[in-house]
């Protein structure tokens, strides 16, 4: 029987949330009020409202208050590792420790308390064509704040722009500075053109979430 690549697609997500799952077992306990002491390396970028990156393209850099803390974890981990390329990350990464990983996800975790719709609205007609070819349902949740493995970002009412950004940057190969390394989300980009991906982006954004910006005391 022929399978269709949204079915592999589904298969090779439920085989890497198994093992995701069981990778996060294994991960160090955090302590969120030792992250907020780790956080001062953070705030410059992620504790400014607004704030813009300006590599590899002009884009505002990602809420994390309010993502989950396994999400940041393997976020900072893939940076560490290198299978996220982006240069300054890499170097912030680089630097810490699994405990202070941990920390810092916990902090972040707990940074912002929001509590997502269960329904959102639905895409238009080329969108929602756009939304069930990536089969984005299956791993970010039907509202996109409840991804089905904690690993998972939410993605519902995140910058546009950086989705845009981080969509485009899981088709880059072989380039040093940027570009990641994801087997599955890699599978699902390359389906699509840069016009689409920044139609799904701009729909993602446009919902009700659980993530924010908030500055430190310095930054008020």
């Known amino acids: 029987m022929k399978r269709t690549p949204t079915l592999l697609l589904q ?7 198994f093992f995701g799952a069981m990778g996060a077992w294994a991960q160090a306990a955090g302590d969120a009020k030792a992250g907020e002491g780790k956080a001062a390396m953070c705030v410059g970028c992620h504790g400014i409202p607004g704030y813009q990156n300006s590599f590899p ?9 309010g993502q989950s ?22 170097g912030i990464a680089g630097s810490l420790s699994d405990q202070d990983i941990a920390d810092l996800a916990a902090y972040y975790s707990t940074h912002h308390q929001a509590k997502a719709p269960e329904q959102v ?6 969108v929602a064509q756009l939304i069930e070819k990536g ?12 991804p089905i493995d904690p690993s998972y970002p939410k993605i519902a009412g995140q910058h546009a722009d950086y989705l845009y950004v981080a969509l485009k940057s899981y088709n ?45 005391p310095r930054f008020r």
């Open 11 to 17: 298969t090779a997500v439920a085989a890497a949330t």
């Open 57 to 65: 393209e002009i884009h505002r850099v990602p809420m994390i208050s």
């Open 69 to 90: 803390a396994p999400y940041i974890a393997a976020a900072l981990q893939a940076y560490r590792k290198g299978d996220r390329k982006h240069p300054t990350m890499r």
């Open 121 to 126: 609205k639905a895409p238009g007609g080329v």
């Open 135 to 146: 089969a984005c349902v299956s791993c970010h949740g039907a509202n996109f704040s409840s």
């Open 172 to 216: 880059v190969q072989g380039n040093p500075h940027i570009g990641r390394a994801n087997p599955i989300m890699g599978g699902i980009a390359q389906q699509f053109s840069n016009a689409e991906l920044k139609q799904i982006a701009n729909y993602l954004a446009s919902l009700p979430g659980e993530l924010a910006t908030k500055p430190q």
